[in-house]
């Protein structure tokens, strides 16, 4: 099959038109999935809230864990870490081994082991995380950590993420730098891949974190009773995930992340690939499960008051998570420290992690003074030959790639491999309502033009929800004629102009109605940033996270932008078409998968395969129709196999 991947259909490519058909419509998505967000994390504060007895606070634990085990999509099987250190540096009191593992077959780990030079073995350890650095683990910012805890007798293991350090994943081999962008880039661009299939990108991280604190179980210098985790930003979200995912972890203190969807969820919203995951908040999760999970063991929150991650919510979180631990009898495992700074692991928050850490890994007071320090530079520390991974390994795997050997293995268990019972999966997964009808509308005026009038229409297929769209409709002729419903990520008025591809089908005959559904066109979010995050993926994460996905929501909304359509007195019902493009191509597959009554649906320049994009090293326009663990259940040629001579594609 032809494969077609055109890059139109992302919000913000939309202009403002004279056939606009409403206004203010800009904001209405976000503002629709946060009413849905709102009472979901109300109900989820209520449950946290009643929970009074330690086994009520046991049985939140089991369900904590097998949600996010779950949302992540599991994990591989534990195989051979094949470590090996390729290097060691003699720093004074401490020093520092280059090391490699394989946290899965070829996937390898670098990272930096700062060891003690003094005291008697075995250490107290602590897994370092990283933040988003281009330098990942060697940046001066995270290097002073590891070094003021080797320092303080502690052994550190710190690991670059993927797409971080010397593990970046889509190297230009030319320049030695990233295609796309070092970090949340990266991250991002994988990470819609795993999505499809039915995992998150959050799984390679946790991982990583897993196999070291395997790695660590392997050395006679560490206390393995006694093996904490800390990181900021970035490395606070991953070092709040092993706190939930590591049952083996003494004690954890992550900086400048935790904080409550509530305050997160407007701004700076939704943030990196790894930090959203699909279903939390519909699965009755927040910010506190993450310690939650990890009580009665001693966790520290690290906090600035100015932080993206709003100092609010991170204060909300401590007191309901404070209180849990109170429950449990252990009120001062629950540790919170708050600086008036702004986003940063900065001294204050360092000293008081050294506090933290040598009071419960090492059972003595530390002022937390932090000494001055002499760093190492990246090169220094570099454990592979080349700088990177990808160019040091010839077989070395990527998140992309070992996706896509995931997909491969789903795509022959496929529930709906050549066409089978695809209306019921493409339901399923999609989250499209059964029952449907015509939807209230309202007529906007008209445009004439030569030989047909254009009527500007507004729907409304559920409260909340205006669908704009234009009617294109012939003069004279039959009483009732066949009609075509038109879909283009590029907005309905993108073809709509005179002599345009929608006039060509208004001049056969046909009544057309080109139709925004929701996020695109009129009701796009709009261009530029927020939080260092385009709109259109907020919003796209915003709906994940509530159990939506954009997909299945305009497919809803093209559903009954039809019935609307088959209502007219103007319109013989049994004959009635769709056409889409671009990306608008993907849902006309999934609306006429869903309505019979579709006579023939083409799809223009369309993607036409899921599992194309898993394959690919770098794509783009994803993000409008990801849709979660699909390829577990169908791809878009088992959608056209199952609709037959209804579908062409172009």
């Known amino acids: 099959m032809r494969i077609v991947w055109l890059l139109i259909g992302c919000a913000g490519l939309y202009a403002q038109s004279s056939l606009d058909v409403s206004t203010g419509l800009d904001g209405m998505v976000d503002q629709y999935l946060t009413r849905i967000a709102e009472q979901q994390w109300t109900a989820t504060a209520a449950r946290v809230a009643a929970i009074r007895t330690p086994a009520e606070v046991k049985e939140r634990q089991a369900y904590i864990r097998q949600r996010l085990l779950e949302e992540i999509g599991g994990f591989p099987k534990k195989t051979p870490l094949h470590p090996r250190i390729t290097g060691t540096l003699s720093r004074g009191d401490y020093k520092v081994e280059k090391l490699i593992y394989e946290s899965q077959p070829h996937f390898y780990v670098t990272a930096n082991v700062f060891v003690p030079a003094h005291g008697r073995p075995p250490y107290p350890a602590v897994l ?3 933040g988003h650095t281009v330098e990942g683990k060697t940046a001066e910012l995270y290097q002073s950590v590891w070094v003021a805890l080797a320092k303080r007798g502690f052994l550190v293991l710190a690991y670059d993420p993927p797409g971080q350090g010397e593990r970046l994943e889509y190297i230009d081999r030319a320049t030695g730098k990233s295609l796309v962008n070092a ?3 990266e991250h991002t661009m994988a990470g819609l891949q795993c999505l499809l299939t039915g995992s998150n990108i959050a799984r390679y991280f946790v991982w990583d ?5 395997d790695y660590l179980l392997t050395r006679r210098d560490v206390d393995p009773k006694r093996i904490g985790v800390a990181g900021n930003s970035g490395g606070g979200t991953q070092s709040s995930y092993l706190a939930a995912f590591e049952p083996r972890l003494a004690a954890a203190a992550p900086s400048c992340y935790l904080t409550s969807w509530e305050t997160l969820w407007s701004g700076p919203g939704p943030q990196d690939a790894e930090q959203d995951f699909v279903g939390f908040l519909k699965d009755g999760l927040d910010f506190p499960d993450f310690l939650i999970a990890f009580a009665p063991k001693p966790i520290q929150m690290a906090t600035a008051t100015r932080d993206f991650f709003p100092i609010a919510g991170a204060r909300a979180t401590y007191a309901t998570a404070h209180r849990i631990f109170e429950v449990l009898g252990v009120g001062d495992h629950m540790g919170f420290f708050e600086f008036d700074d702004t986003h940063s692991w900065s001294q204050p928050r360092r000293e008081a992690t050294y506090r933290w850490f040598a009071r419960w890994l090492q059972n003595r007071q530390d002022d937390g003074a932090e000494p001055n320090l002499k760093l190492d530079t990246p090169k220094d520390l570099q454990c592979t030959e080349t700088g990177q991974v990808v160019t040091t390994f010839p077989n070395a795997e990527t998140v992309q790639s070992l996706n896509a050997v995931l997909a491969e293995r789903l795509y022959t268990r496929r529930a709906g491999a050549g066409g089978k019972n695809v209306a019921a999966l493409v339901r399923a997964r999609l989250g499209v309502a ?6 209230a509308w309202n007529k906007r005026g008209e445009i004439e033009r030569q030989g047909y009038r254009i009527e500007r229409i507004e729907m409304q297929p559920e409260p909340g929800i205006t669908v704009p769209a234009l009617a294109f409709v012939p003069s004279g002729g039959p009483a009732r004629r066949a009609a075509v419903l038109y879909v283009s990520a ?3 008025a993108a073809d709509a102009g005179e002599g345009g591809a929608i006039e060509g089908l208004v ?5 057309v109605l080109a139709v925004d559904p929701r996020g695109w066109g009129e009701s796009a979010p709009g261009a530029g940033v927020r939080g260092g995050y385009s709109k259109s993926y907020q919003t796209a994460m915003r709906a994940l996270l509530v159990g939506k996905t954009m997909a299945g929501m305009q497919t809803s909304d093209l559903l009954r932008a039809f019935d609307y359509l ?3 007195p103007d319109v013989d019902p049994g004959r009635i078409s769709m056409t889409g493009k ?8 999934y609306a006429a998968a869903l309505e019979p009554r579709i006579a023939q649906v083409t799809c223009e320049r369309s993607p036409e395969s899921y599992r194309a994009i898993v394959r690919m090293k770098v794509h783009e326009g994803l993000m409008d129709i990801v849709v979660p663990g699909v390829l577990r259940d169908f791809d878009l040629p088992d959608i056209a196999k199952a609709l037959g001579p209804r579908c062409i594609v172009r």
Do not use: C, D, H
């Open 128 to 130: 370092g995380t990283a």
């Open 183 to 185: 970090g949340t880039a």
């Open 209 to 213: 974190g897993i196999r070291a604190f």
């Open 434 to 439: 059964v029952e449907r009808g015509a939807p």
């Open 490 to 492: 590029a907005g309905k």
């Open 507 to 511: 001049r056969e005959g046909n009544i």
């Open 566 to 568: 088959s209502s007219r």
């Open 582 to 589: 671009g990306n608008g191509g993907v849902l006309a597959l």
